[in-house]
């Protein structure tokens, strides 16, 4: 749908496709799910922050209340961030472009 789309456009829509295989019938996930989905889709942004007490409150979230699932648009708030906390991230812009 995207084949001429942006590559930040293509970027979402991949993670609407990614969330979408893992999620269930209803379109969640678990909160297990969730934190197997990040560990190993996500694992290069979540490298290194195993330390970081922000890090440690969402994973410690996901381990508690497993009936609770988690949406859409929970799961990009999480994404989000642990994207921004992320040492990856600052490596990323940190590297030089040229355009």
């Given at each position: 749908a995207l084949g001429q789309g942006s590559e930040?456009?293509?970027?979402?829509?991949?993670?609407?496709?990614?969330?979408?295989?893992?999620a269930d019938p209803e379109g969640k996930l678990s909160r297990a799910e969730t934190k197997?989905?990040?560990?190993?889709?996500?694992?290069?942004?979540?490298?290194?922050?195993?330390?970081?007490?922000?890090?440690?409150e969402i994973i410690s979230d996901l381990n508690k209340e497993q009936e609770d699932k988690i949406d859409f648009e929970d799961f990009m708030m999480t994404l989000v961030i642990l994207t921004l906390m992320s040492d990856l991230l600052q490596e990323i812009k940190d590297m030089k472009t040229t355009k």
């Open positions: 930040l456009e293509k970027a979402f829509a991949t993670v609407a496709l990614v969330y979408k295989n893992y197997s989905l990040l560990q190993t889709q996500f694992w290069r942004f979540i490298q290194g922050q195993e330390n970081k007490p922000k890090y440690q």
